[in-house]
């Protein structure tokens, strides 16, 4: 203590007053009255429930009022959970083995119910009495035209009485082997009951009176006491946003304090001249003019790179709005500067893809640009691997082949990542080690992020946003189906085949049924080839079966013209460019997610002509196909598609486990509390940008609180 004493007497206290406030969260939750040590066992292995704190973020999953009674002669069948007051009657345990059951009689003045358990019954039977007052609270169900309570609440009217409900009632999740241990939602609601009251004096307030007044927010711990027992629906919802705004607060706070530490401490080569290659390009071979959209992300990625720190950017834009433009341009920067680029694809068709339209791109600059992927030669890789090290190679194209380690370049300045959620964080990282300071990095994806999502899972770098399209392009004309419709469909696609047009169809391909998807494939080559005979048609077939060779054969006899239809899986969901190609047929369009929908459709409307994407599908649909099939037909727009599509599969999901990390929200929704991050995301920047170390008075306990938040996280900040 003597040599704390520099410091103060109140910051001492301060100090010793925190310790005892984070060890009391951190009380194992057998301490707990009600649990002990095999019951908090048992938490911690069904719910995850360690310690204090974890009992006091375990939040309800919803709430029910309990402040209206009915009568047994009033209930109806559509009834959700009712509450009865009446007396317990005969008690009967009927069956053996998994089939043992316990039965009540429950009866009021107007009438008899009868209650059942089918789990737990030992531990019901003699919880009961029988001939006593209690307060029934449960579902009705009907049998053999009677109603019953199947696994009912029941509590003696003395002690409802004692404590009553006022209101509210919230609902605890719990499990089988919680219930059967006398743990079920009631019980861990007790447990809260005891909990909350010894952590009043732990649950000190953090956030600087100034943004509590502003955001018009409750105080802590008023919001924990009224989260868990609220008083009113009012003060419930008052309860919920002051939390969820703390939850992203935490977030935005750690995504921000990592791209500034990253701007901070992260040197980066200093890009100062735009020569002969940007210059050329633009004035000379550029075929077209770019977008306002492509010369603001431009403009973006030139100010990161001439600044000396390390670029993290990542460049999001729909199908087809120009993103490989604004790629190259950068990589023509970086050779301005002295410095190689590379650009890496997660498939061999999108890096080829990528390399065909690079190369004849900068052929007119005489850029020196290879391919490397698995397939590539051992002499041609051997050549590869010489030019990359002497400097005389420029940029490489390639997939996984370009983070091996015995890829080596004499000084790689920019690295393109396309598709980067195909990529692990680890893989990223491999291309930070190709240089002595690391390459800027410009991570692409052609599946629109929505905007909260954007916020939060990318909230650590930069952001530019391709938002327009090229001008001149038709809107592609999305139409819905039956399988029955499929002569009709053919009949279509002759006329556009007539009018000298080409046609994808793609059938789906999922691991876990590669046969029966396989199978789907040829029986829809087959019939194709019926419908669509030789000599008038010639028909291109890839799936993932076949040689990287074989598949390229294939797809340059279609990008030629020499084939009319090319019937695939989703291999060729990205990375094909055929401006003739009019048609997306999508078979079993059903079993395909909005994002695999919206980016198979973008392979065609590349050229001048109207074109067509055709969902086939079954007729037996679930509410979300459903959804999702409209969605394609009412919409061209990625970023509509991609926040219905999150609505429908969460954010977590959507990302890929590779991708969704731990967002750590409990009561918090990216989808449906975009504005609360908003808020949150804007009082967090405003903060930094006014006191990045967070050492001013009022910021003191915040910074505590984030400490303690961040101690034992993993911080993957640093990379893309």
Known sequence: MRNLLPFGQSYCWGILLLIFRMNLLETSIEYLKGVGPKRGQLLKKELGLSNYSDLLHFFPFRYVDRSHFHKINGLISATTEVQIVGTLGVIKEQGAGPKKRLTAQFSDETGSVELIWFKGVKW??????????????????????????PHPELELLNDFKANPINGLQPVYPSTERLSNQGLNGKAIGKLLKNLLPQLQNTLQEYLP????????????????????FPANIEELEKAQ????????????????????LHRETIKGFAFKNLGSYFNDFYKQVLPFTLTGAQQRVLKEIRKDLRQGIHMNRLVQGDVGSGKTIVALMAMLMALDNNFQACLMAPTEILANQHFSSLKELTQPLGVEIALLTGSTKSAERRKIHEQLENGTLKILIGTHALIEDKVKFKNLGLAVVDEQHKFGVAQRASLWKKNSLPPHILVMTATPIPRTLAMSVYGHLDISVIDELPPGRKEIETHHRYD???????????????????????????????????????????????????????????????????KEIEM???????TQIMVATTVIEVGVNVPNASIMVIESSERFGLSQLHQLRGRVGRGAEQSYCILMS?????????????????????????????????????????????????LASLVLDGAILEQARLCVQKILNNDPQLALMPHQPLK????????????WGKIS
């Not at 009176?209 to 868990?228: F, M, P, S, T």
């Open 124 to 149: 019901v039977k003699d919880s009961l009495k029988i001939g006593s007052t209690y307060v029934l609270y449960g579902k009705p169900s009907v049998y053999q035209n009677r109603f019953n309570f």
């Open 209 to 228: 009176d100034y943004l509590i007044k502003k955001y018009r927010l409750k105080g802590c711990r008023e919001a924990y006491n009224q989260v868990h």
């Open 241 to 260: 946003r002051r939390l969820k705004f703390d939850e992203f607060l935490f977030l935005q706070f750690e995504l921000l304090q990592q791209k500034q």
């Open 484 to 550: 029955s419709s499929r002569l009709q469909v053919f009949g279509f696609m002759k006329q556009q085949i007539e009018l000298g047009r080409q046609v994808y169809v793609v059938y789906p391909l999922i691991e876990e049924s590669e046969k029966m998807d396989y199978k789907d494939l040829m029986d829809g080559y087959e019939s194709i080839e019926r419908a669509f005979p030789k000599p008038n048609c010639q028909i291109s077939i890839v799936h993932g079966r076949m040689t990287a060779e074989a």
């Open 556 to 562: 340059q006899r279609f990008v030629k013209g020499q």
């Open 618 to 666: 079954s007729y037996k649909l679930s509410a979300n196909a459903k959804t999702r099939l409209k969605t394609m037909v009412e919409t061209n727009d990625g970023f509509k598609i991609s926040e219905v599509d999150m609505k429908l599969r969460g954010p977590g999901d959507l990302m890929g486990t590779r991708q969704s990390g731990d967002l750590n929200l409990k």
């Open 704 to 715: 505590r609180k984030l400490q303690e938040k961040l101690a034992d996280k993993t911080q």
